[in-house]
């Protein structure tokens, strides 16, 4: 191995393989389930014939994918050193190569269940890897050929020595990726495993309520699905605190400091409600918005033990990963069911929802009160903190805003002309929904009618029936609450408190 020469397949394998461990990294950072290398594998599962896969697997003696990938890559380092030898002289063939593989990642990738787009980013760093370093160590390469065409002893040493060190460097990186692919990947698996595993006692299935739809199509589902569940927080790498592990400190102000354990948590009694959660960022007909069965542990009960010191008017809430919130101390011991929720649809609370225990105080945005993967509730006063939120120039306090949004007919759609249905959702949480009235063009506000909500914690679905005839139009939506107050037409953007202004749409009726 004294000749560049000789170095070329080593290249490129070292490129495969800091690509392949830093697209592992990403995948278990990036929560993705599989790496693109086990999508792989078991798209090669999924092809192969019954009878096949069912003789591997008695040979192998092995019922995981692990025979699998170790073949897989056996083959992808033979593939790598190939691409190398190529490079050197054909480089395109080389490049080719590696975006083939990655075309075959981005295939297995797709054919998964419920692919996203997030997950082909794994795909995509690999590819990014294998390029740029095999660029990298090439370009040594050509100078060591350089040099020793040259034929001087004096200036192939240098270049050869860099070139040396340059995959080192590499190697390094790669067994780095592997390992954080690694060490990231386990803490998932293992808070997965926990969460898969949990029974809690006195969480039911949720049992959608009778009259909660107004039966036209196009409408969301009134009960949210966990994985149709809108995703906000400032987490890049999710917390994976499995509950053996999670702990909850209530202290501050407070006569008696509270410690509480998962166990202790869920051997209290449990509270079950629908109760609809939305982000202070929701712009008017936005979607993030979701409605859910949680269950969970009453805070009104565990801060009643506390004994807040008067005086106090707010709890901070502090996050496994350091995220931070302010919560009205009075919105937790009211009547209302706040709570310290551990399930989501009758299922332990997916991580990325906060597993294992989350916040949720019906009638407050979700960045005053819904704090995920929580672990310290501080006992305070709005005046003594601020937290990550109000830092940025949002308000200290966030209760929600009435607002109604039209999901039916869509923005543009194109409509016959007479009788058209449209329907959509309002919601007011903690107040309620009293009434709905659309309106077409400016004219006069027309009544919908509403389905039933089983309390007034959840959004509410509307109908109504109006004329239209040929020609461009403007559909309008707003809600009135229990009390009678009407939402207002003001425009107001998110910031600082959330949006107001009527969800607006428009339609094209042909004759
Ligand atoms: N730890 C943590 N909790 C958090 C956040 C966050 O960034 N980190 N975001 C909050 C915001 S702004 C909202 S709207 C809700 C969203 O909850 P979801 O992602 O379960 O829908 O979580 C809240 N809880
Ligand atoms: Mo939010």
Same mark, same amino acid.
């Given at each position: 191995m004294r000749?560049?020469? !000789?170095?070329?397949?080593v290249a490129?394998?070292l490129a =495969?393989? *800091?690509g /392949?461990a830093?697209s592992?990294?990403? +995948?278990? #950072?990036l929560?993705?389930r599989?790496s693109?290398?086990?999508?792989?594998?078991?798209g090669?599962i999924?092809?192969?014939?019954?009878?096949v896969?069912k003789?591997?697997?008695?040979?192998f003696d092995?019922s995981d994918k692990?025979?699998l990938v170790v073949?897989?890559?056996?083959l992808?380092?033979?593939l790598f050193?190939?691409?190398?030898r190529? !490079?050197h002289r054909r480089?395109?063939?080389?490049?080719t =190569?590696y *975006?083939? /593989?990655?075309?075959?990642?981005?295939? +297995?990738v #797709?054919a998964?269940?419920t692919?996203s787009?997030i997950?082909?980013?794994p795909v995509?760093?690999?590819l990014?890897c294998?390029l740029?370093?095999?660029?990298l160590?090439?370009e040594?390469?050509?100078?060591?050929e350089l040099?020793?065409d040259a034929a001087?002893?004096e200036?192939?040493?240098?270049?050869?020595?860099?070139?040396?060190l340059?995959?080192g460097?590499i190697?390094?990186?790669s067994?780095a990726g =592997?390992?954080?692919?690694?060490?990231a990947?386990?803490?998932?698996?293992?808070?997965?495993?926990s969460?898969?595993l949990l029974?809690?006692e006195g969480v039911?299935?949720?049992a959608v309520?009778?009259?909660v739809?107004?039966?036209v199509?196009?409408?969301?589902a009134?009960q949210?699905p966990?994985d149709?569940?809108?995703?906000?927080?400032t987490a890049?790498?999710?917390?994976t605190?499995?509950?053996?592990?999670?702990?909850?400190?209530i202290?501050g102000?407070v006569?008696?400091?509270?410690?509480l354990?998962?166990?202790?948590?869920?051997?209290?009694?449990i509270?079950?409600?629908?109760?609809?959660l939305n982000?202070?960022?929701?712009e008017?007909?936005g979607?993030?918005?979701g409605?859910?069965?949680?269950?969970?542990?009453?805070?009104a009960?565990?801060l009643?033990?506390?004994?807040?010191?008067?005086?106090?008017d707010?709890v901070?809430?502090?996050?496994?990963?350091?995220?931070?919130?302010?919560t009205?101390?009075a919105?937790?011991?009211d009547?209302r069911n706040a709570m310290?929720?551990?399930?989501m649809?009758?299922?332990?609370l997916?991580?990325?929802?906060?597993?294992?225990v989350r916040?949720?105080?019906?009638?407050l945005?979700?960045?005053?009160?819904?704090?995920k993967?929580?672990?310290?509730m501080?006992?305070?006063?709005?005046?003594?903190?601020t937290?990550?939120w109000?830092?940025?120039?949002w308000?200290a306090?966030?209760?929600?805003k009435?607002?109604s949004?039209i999901?039916?007919?869509g923005d543009?759609a194109?409509?016959p002309?007479?009788e058209?249905?449209?329907?959509?959702?309002a919601?007011m949480?903690?107040?309620?929904i009293?009434?709905?009235?659309?309106?077409?063009d400016g004219g006069?506000?027309?009544?919908?009618v509403l389905?039933a909500t089983?309390?007034a914690?959840?959004?509410v679905q509307?109908?109504?029936?109006v004329?239209?005839?040929?020609?461009?139009?403007?559909?309008?939506?707003?809600?009135?609450?229990e009390?009678?107050?009407?939402?207002?037409g003001?425009v107001?953007?998110?910031?600082?408190d959330?949006a107001?202004?009527?969800?607006?749409i428009?339609?094209?009726?042909s004759?």
């Amino acid at each position: 191995m004294r000749t560049s020469r !000789a170095w070329w397949p080593v290249a490129g394998l070292l490129a =495969g393989a *800091v690509g /392949l461990a830093v697209s592992y990294a990403a +995948a278990a #950072l990036l929560h993705v389930r599989d790496s693109p290398l086990v999508a792989v594998a078991e798209g090669v599962i999924a092809l192969t014939p019954g009878p096949v896969a069912k003789w591997a697997i008695d040979t192998f003696d092995t019922s995981d994918k692990k025979v699998l990938v170790v073949g897989i890559l056996v083959l992808l380092a033979l593939l790598f050193g190939w691409f190398g030898r190529l !490079a050197h002289r054909r480089w395109w063939a080389a490049v080719t =190569g590696y *975006v083939v /593989l990655a075309g075959v990642a981005v295939v +297995a990738v #797709l054919a998964k269940p419920t692919p996203s787009l997030i997950d082909l980013a794994p795909v995509v760093v690999g590819l990014l890897c294998w390029l740029v370093v095999l660029a990298l160590l090439a370009e040594w390469l050509r100078r060591w050929e350089l040099a020793e065409d040259a034929a001087t002893r004096e200036d192939v040493l240098p270049t050869r020595r860099r070139f040396l060190l340059l995959s080192g460097a590499i190697a390094a990186v790669s067994v780095a990726g =592997g390992l954080a692919g690694r060490i990231a990947g386990n803490a998932r698996r293992r808070a997965e495993q926990s969460r898969r595993l949990l029974r809690i006692e006195g969480v039911t299935a949720p049992a959608v309520p009778d009259g909660v739809t107004v039966g036209v199509e196009g409408v969301k589902a009134w009960q949210t699905p966990n994985d149709d569940f809108y995703l906000i927080d400032t987490a890049i790498i999710k917390p994976t605190v499995a509950p053996a592990d999670w702990e909850l400190r209530i202290h501050g102000m407070v006569e008696r400091e509270i410690r509480l354990t998962y166990a202790d948590l869920v051997a209290r009694e449990i509270t079950e409600d629908w109760i609809t959660l939305n982000c202070v960022s929701n712009e008017v007909g936005g979607d993030l918005i979701g409605n859910a069965w949680w269950s969970g542990v009453r805070l009104a009960g565990l801060l009643a033990q506390a004994k807040p010191l008067p005086g106090a008017d707010a709890v901070l809430q502090t996050s496994e990963d350091g995220w931070t919130c302010g919560t009205p101390l009075a919105a937790l011991m009211d009547e209302r069911n706040a709570m310290l929720a551990v399930a989501m649809n009758g299922e332990p609370l997916p991580i990325e929802h906060g597993f294992p225990v989350r916040t949720i105080v019906p009638g407050l945005y979700g960045y005053v009160s819904a704090c995920k993967w929580v672990v310290d509730m501080e006992v305070t006063r709005f005046d003594d903190f601020t937290a990550y939120w109000t830092d940025k120039g949002w308000s200290a306090q966030g209760p929600v805003k009435i607002a109604s949004t039209i999901e039916v007919p869509g923005d543009g759609a194109d409509v016959p002309a007479g009788e058209l249905v449209c329907a959509g959702v309002a919601w007011m949480q903690h107040t309620g929904i009293s009434g709905v009235e659309v309106q077409v063009d400016g004219g006069r506000w027309q009544r919908a009618v509403l389905a039933a909500t089983p309390n007034a914690d959840t959004w509410v679905q509307w109908r109504a029936v109006v004329d239209v005839a040929p020609g461009k139009h403007q559909l309008r939506v707003r809600a009135i609450d229990e009390q009678g107050r009407i939402q207002t037409g003001a425009v107001a953007d998110v910031v600082p408190d959330g949006a107001t202004g009527w969800h607006t749409i428009d339609i094209s009726v042909s004759g």
